[in-house]
């Protein structure tokens, strides 16, 4: 299966956050990252970070903010 990949600069928090809870949904069952890229068509750096952040915060810390703001 390919998928184009999504640009996360132009969709809106409240999908960049479903997004996000996708990958974290995959990382839980075991999918490995290259699977989640392809499953979700997201890049690798996207999922990487997804996942890097949930690691470190939980859920909490993969909810989008405005940018400049942390």
């Known amino acids: 299966m390919c998928m184009d990949k999504e640009d996360a600069r132009f ?8 997004r996000r809870k996708q990958v974290v949904r995959l990382h839980r069952k075991g999918v ?4 989640i890229v392809e499953l979700t068509g997201l890049t690798y750096p996207t999922v990487r970070g997804a996942i890097d952040r949930y690691e470190r ?12 703001q942390a």
């Open 11 to 18: 969709q809106t928090l409240e999908r960049l956050h479903e």
């Open 32 to 35: 490995g990252v290259m699977r």
């Open 57 to 68: 915060g939980g859920l909490a810390a993969i909810k989008p903010c405005l940018t400049g």
